[in-house]
């Protein structure tokens, strides 16, 4: 069983930027996709990026593209979230998620983080 655990989470003004990480702890970890997703309050669990176990390949919803950057290093068996020209609807709690092949689906991603919350002020 891999476990993660996410930080970066804060309050910053609109236009800033936050950095999240997610470090995972287990022998599969590093042979993982691993996947960001966002919940926002009164909504549903949207995914926002996801990154090969290599680092290779990665993919992000429309909604981030150009703003937010997914990266690992698996020497550490960390993946962040690069989060720039942040925005007050990029407001919620953003969860890692690790799977062989989770893709854009939540339900194909075994191992799950707590969260961490990101607030945007307008």
């Known amino acids: 069983q891999v476990q993660l655990a996410e930080?970066?989470?804060?309050l910053v003004q609109a236009g800033g930027s936050l950095r999240l990480s997610?470090?995972?702890s287990g022998r599969t970890a590093s042979s993982y996709q691993m996947?960001?997703?966002?919940q926002a309050p009164g909504?549903?669990?949207?995914f926002?990026?996801?990154?090969?176990w290599?680092?290779?390949?990665?993919?992000y919803a429309d909604s981030v593209k150009g703003r937010f950057t997914i990266s690992r290093d698996n020497a550490k068996n960390t993946v962040y979230l690069q989060m720039n020209s942040l925005e007050p609807e990029d407001t919620a709690v953003y969860y890692c998620a690790g799977g062989f092949h989770g893709g854009d689906r939540a339900r194909r991603y075994e191992s799950w983080g707590q969260g961490t919350r990101g607030t945007i002020s307008s």
């Open 48 to 52: 926002v990026a996801v990154i090969s």
């Open 22 to 24: 997610c470090t995972a």
């Open 7 to 10: 930080s970066g989470g804060g």
């Open 43 to 46: 909504k549903e669990r949207e």
């Open 54 to 59: 290599s680092g290779n390949s990665q993919d």
């Open 35 to 38: 996947g960001w997703f966002r």
